[in-house]
C-alpha cells in the first residue's frame, strides 16, 4: 500500500516534470527569428519597434558567444552611424576600434595603387563587443532570447511554421510562428538544404570565398602606408580573383587575411598565403586570433521569400559580390524584413506574395548594384596576373570608381562609359562584358512584381551568368 503510494507520487512528479519541459521547450510566437548576428539582430529590433509582441530570437551559439566572427570588422561609418541613432550605444561602449582615413587598390605588380582618401568613411569594429552590444539592445525590446539552439527542421502547419531546434536538452525545442526570418548566415539550412528555395538560390563552389584572417600586432617598422589605412590587394596568381586586405585596428593592431574561391581550396591554403605573401612583410608580429570563414559573393539569389519565410543577411547571400562586404547589407535587410513582419503577421498575410515587397525593396537597395558587381566578380576571377596589371595601369579597370560607385545608377554609368573602351580592346573578357551588363540591365528592369513569372526569369537571368562565366573561364 505504502510502496504504490510512493510509486504514484513519484509518478505524478515525473509527469509534472515532464509536462514543465514540454511547457518550456513548445511555445507560439508572432516570429521565429533564426540567427542573432547582425541580421537577426534588426530584424528583431525593427519588428518590435514596429509594435510585433512575441518575438523569438533563437541562436546556436551561448548567449556571451553571439556577435564573435571571423571576419575583416570592416563597415560603413553611415551604418554605424545609424545604428547609434537607433539607440545602440556603440562608440561610447568601444564597439569601434579605428577609423580609416585612407584606402588604397594595389595591382598584382604593386605598380598601380589607387590610393582613395575615405576619410573617415570606413570603421574597423571590435567584432564581438559589437555583437554583444547589438544582441543586449536588441533583447531589452522584449524579445525572448534561444540561446544554444540549433534549427534542425521546420514544418508547415495551416497557416504556422512549427520549427524543431537541437539544445542541450534531451527533448528538441519547438516554436510556431506564421513567419520565420531566416538570419543564420552563410550555412542556411532553409536556403540549402530544406528543398523550400530551388537550385538557383544555392551557392556554388566559385560563387563563394574561403577566408583566412589574422588579428595581429605588428612588432618593429611597419611601412607608413599601412597605418591607419585599409589595403585591397587584387591577385589571380596569388588568390584566383581574391584579394589581400590589411585593415588598421588602431595602433599598431591589424586585421589581415585573404580569400579565395571555393573551386581552389583543394590547391591553394589561404593560410600559405597568409605566411607566404602576407606576414612575412613585416619585421616580426604576435597572432592575437585567427580562424577561417566562408563568405558568398555571387549575383543576388533571384528569390529572397517564400510562404512564411523570408531570407536576411547571408542566409539570402546578400552580401557584395566584389569584396565579399556583408555587414551593412545584413543589418539593412535584416530591418526591411523586420518592419515588414510587423506589417503582415497581424493581418495574418504571409503568403509568397504578400512577402513579395521584400524582394523588391532589397533588389532597389542593394541586388540591383550587385548583379553588376557580380561580373567584375567573375572577371577577377579569370583574369590572369599581365592582363590585370595593364587594365589596371591604363586605367580600364578603375577599380577605386568601381568599388566607390555607390548607387546602381553611378555603377550603371560608370560600366557604359568603360564598355566603350572594352569593346576596342583585343581581349575577349572585356569585349563581351558590355553586352552581358545590358543584358543584366534589362533582366533586372523586368523583374516579376509578384511570384508568378520568376520561375522563367530566374532561368534567364543565372544562364547570362554561366554564359560569360564559360566564355572567359580559365580554369575548365
Ligand atoms: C573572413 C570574413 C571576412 C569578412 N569581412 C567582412 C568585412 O570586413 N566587412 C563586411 O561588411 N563583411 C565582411 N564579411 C561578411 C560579414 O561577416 C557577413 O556578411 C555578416 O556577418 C552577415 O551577417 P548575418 O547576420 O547575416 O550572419 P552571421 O553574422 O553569420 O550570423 C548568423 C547567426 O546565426 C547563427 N546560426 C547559424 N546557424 C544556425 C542554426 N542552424 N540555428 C540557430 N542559429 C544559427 C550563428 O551562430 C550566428 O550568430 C566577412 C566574412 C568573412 C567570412
Given at each position: 500500500?505504502?510502496?504504490?503510494?510512493?510509486?504514484?507520487?513519484?509518478?505524478?512528479?515525473?509527469?509534472?516534470?515532464?509536462?514543465?519541459?514540454?511547457?518550456?521547450?513548445?511555445a507560439s510566437f508572432?516570429?521565429i527569428?533564426?540567427?542573432?548576428?547582425?541580421?537577426?539582430?534588426?530584424?528583431?529590433?525593427?519588428?518590435?519597434?514596429?509594435?510585433?509582441?512575441?518575438?523569438a530570437?533563437v541562436?546556436?551559439?551561448?548567449?556571451?558567444?553571439?556577435?564573435?566572427?571571423?571576419?575583416?570588422?570592416?563597415?560603413?561609418?553611415?551604418?554605424?552611424?545609424?545604428?547609434?541613432?537607433?539607440?545602440?550605444?556603440?562608440?561610447?561602449?568601444?564597439?569601434?576600434?579605428?577609423?580609416?582615413?585612407?584606402?588604397?587598390?594595389?595591382?598584382?605588380?604593386?605598380?598601380?595603387?589607387?590610393?582613395?582618401?575615405?576619410?573617415?568613411?570606413?570603421?574597423?569594429?571590435?567584432?564581438?563587443?559589437?555583437?554583444?552590444?547589438?544582441?543586449?539592445?536588441?533583447?531589452?525590446?522584449?524579445?525572448?532570447?534561444?540561446?544554444?539552439?540549433?534549427?534542425?527542421?521546420?514544418?508547415?502547419?495551416?497557416?504556422?511554421?512549427e520549427a524543431?531546434f537541437?539544445?542541450?536538452?534531451?527533448?528538441?525545442l519547438i516554436l510556431s510562428a506564421?513567419?520565420?526570418?531566416?538570419?543564420?548566415?552563410?550555412?542556411?539550412?532553409?536556403?540549402?538544404?530544406?528543398?523550400?528555395?530551388?537550385?538557383?538560390?544555392?551557392?556554388?563552389?566559385?560563387?563563394?570565398?574561403?577566408?583566412?584572417?589574422?588579428?595581429?600586432?605588428?612588432?618593429?617598422?611597419?611601412?607608413?602606408?599601412?597605418?591607419?589605412?585599409?589595403?585591397?590587394?587584387?591577385?589571380?596568381?596569388?588568390?584566383?580573383?581574391?584579394?589581400?586586405?590589411?585593415?588598421?585596428?588602431?595602433?599598431?593592431?591589424?586585421?589581415?587575411?585573404?580569400?579565395?574561391?571555393?573551386?581552389?581550396?583543394?590547391?591553394?591554403?589561404?593560410?600559405?598565403?597568409?605566411?607566404?605573401?602576407?606576414?612575412?612583410?613585416?619585421?616580426?608580429?604576435?597572432?592575437?586570433?585567427?580562424?577561417?570563414?566562408?563568405?558568398?559573393?555571387?549575383?543576388?539569389?533571384?528569390?529572397?521569400?517564400?510562404?512564411?519565410?523570408?531570407?536576411?543577411?547571408?542566409?539570402?547571400?546578400?552580401?557584395?559580390?566584389?569584396?565579399?562586404?556583408?555587414?551593412?547589407?545584413?543589418?539593412?535587410?535584416?530591418?526591411?524584413?523586420?518592419?515588414?513582419?510587423?506589417?503582415?503577421?497581424?493581418?495574418?498575410?504571409?503568403?509568397?506574395?504578400?512577402?513579395?515587397?521584400?524582394?523588391?525593396?532589397?533588389?532597389?537597395?542593394?541586388?540591383?548594384?550587385?548583379?553588376?558587381?557580380?561580373?567584375?566578380?567573375?572577371?577577377?576571377?579569370?583574369?590572369?596576373?599581365?592582363?590585370?596589371?595593364?587594365?589596371?595601369?591604363?586605367?580600364?579597370?578603375?577599380?577605386?570608381?568601381?568599388?566607390?560607385?555607390?548607387?546602381?545608377?553611378?555603377?550603371?554609368?560608370?560600366?557604359?562609359?568603360?564598355?566603350?573602351?572594352?569593346?576596342?580592346?583585343?581581349?575577349?573578357?572585356?569585349?563581351?562584358?558590355?553586352?552581358?551588363?545590358?543584358?543584366?540591365?534589362?533582366?533586372?528592369?523586368?523583374?516579376?512584381?509578384?511570384?508568378?513569372?520568376?520561375?522563367?526569369?530566374?532561368?534567364?537571368?543565372?544562364?547570362?551568368?554561366?554564359?560569360?562565366?564559360?566564355?572567359?573561364?580559365?580554369?575548365?
Amino acid at each position: 500500500m505504502i510502496r504504490s503510494k510512493i510509486f504514484i507520487s513519484i509518478a505524478s512528479i515525473l509527469a509534472k516534470q515532464s509536462l514543465l519541459v514540454d511547457l518550456l521547450m513548445k511555445a507560439s510566437f508572432d516570429i521565429i527569428i533564426v540567427g542573432a548576428g547582425t541580421a537577426g539582430c534588426l530584424a528583431a529590433y525593427a519588428a518590435a519597434k514596429e509594435g510585433l509582441g512575441k518575438i523569438a530570437l533563437v541562436d546556436r551559439k551561448a548567449k556571451n558567444q553571439i556577435g564573435s566572427k571571423i571576419c575583416g570588422d570592416g563597415i560603413g561609418i553611415k551604418h554605424i552611424e545609424f545604428l547609434e541613432s537607433l539607440g545602440y550605444p556603440l562608440r561610447e561602449n568601444g564597439a569601434v576600434r579605428n577609423v580609416i582615413q585612407m584606402a588604397h587598390i594595389i595591382s598584382p605588380d604593386t605598380k598601380t595603387d589607387f590610393s582613395i582618401p575615405i576619410q573617415g568613411q570606413l570603421a574597423i569594429i571590435d567584432r564581438h563587443k559589437f555583437g554583444q552590444i547589438l544582441l543586449n539592445e536588441t533583447i531589452n525590446e522584449h524579445i525572448t532570447l534561444y540561446d544554444k539552439s540549433t534549427l534542425n527542421s521546420i514544418e508547415r502547419k495551416g497557416n504556422v511554421v512549427e520549427a524543431k531546434f537541437t539544445t542541450n536538452q534531451a527533448e528538441p525545442l519547438i516554436l510556431s510562428a506564421p513567419l520565420i526570418i531566416d538570419g543564420s548566415g552563410f550555412n542556411s539550412k532553409i536556403r540549402e538544404d530544406f528543398g523550400i528555395f530551388d537550385e538557383y538560390a544555392k551557392v556554388k563552389d566559385d560563387e563563394q570565398y574561403y577566408c583566412y584572417r589574422e588579428i595581429c600586432t605588428l612588432e618593429g617598422k611597419v611601412p607608413e602606408k599601412y597605418s591607419d589605412s585599409a589595403i585591397f590587394e587584387f591577385s589571380y596568381d596569388i588568390t584566383k580573383g581574391g584579394y589581400m586586405w590589411f585593415f588598421n585596428r588602431g595602433g599598431n593592431e591589424y586585421n589581415m587575411g585573404t580569400g579565395i574561391p571555393k573551386t581552389w581550396i583543394k590547391d591553394i591554403s589561404p593560410k600559405k598565403i597568409f605566411q607566404v605573401n602576407m606576414i612575412n612583410r613585416f619585421q616580426s608580429s604576435k597572432t592575437l586570433n585567427f580562424g577561417g570563414g566562408f563568405v558568398p559573393t555571387r549575383h543576388p539569389i533571384p528569390t529572397h521569400v517564400k510562404d512564411n519565410i523570408i531570407l536576411i543577411g547571408d542566409a539570402g547571400a546578400i552580401v557584395n559580390p566584389l569584396h565579399g562586404g556583408g555587414l551593412g547589407a545584413s543589418l539593412a535587410s535584416g530591418y526591411i524584413a523586420g518592419k515588414i513582419a510587423a506589417k503582415v503577421v497581424p493581418d495574418q498575410t504571409v503568403s509568397e506574395e504578400d512577402l513579395w515587397i521584400y524582394n523588391q525593396k532589397v533588389l532597389e537597395k542593394y541586388c540591383l548594384r550587385y548583379s553588376i558587381l557580380d561580373f567584375y566578380r567573375i572577371l577577377l576571377q579569370n583574369i590572369p596576373d599581365a592582363e590585370l596589371n595593364r587594365a589596371l595601369a591604363e586605367g580600364y579597370l578603375p577599380m577605386d570608381k568601381i568599388f566607390y560607385a555607390r548607387e546602381y545608377e553611378q555603377l550603371m554609368q560608370l560600366s557604359r562609359k568603360l564598355g566603350q573602351i572594352w569593346t576596342q580592346l583585343p581581349n575577349h573578357r572585356f569585349n563581351l562584358l558590355p553586352n552581358y551588363i545590358e543584358k543584366i540591365n534589362q533582366m533586372t528592369a523586368d523583374y516579376p512584381t509578384s511570384p508568378e513569372g520568376i520561375n522563367s526569369w530566374q532561368k534567364d537571368y543565372s544562364q547570362i551568368y554561366s554564359e560569360y562565366q564559360s566564355k572567359i573561364a580559365i580554369k575548365k
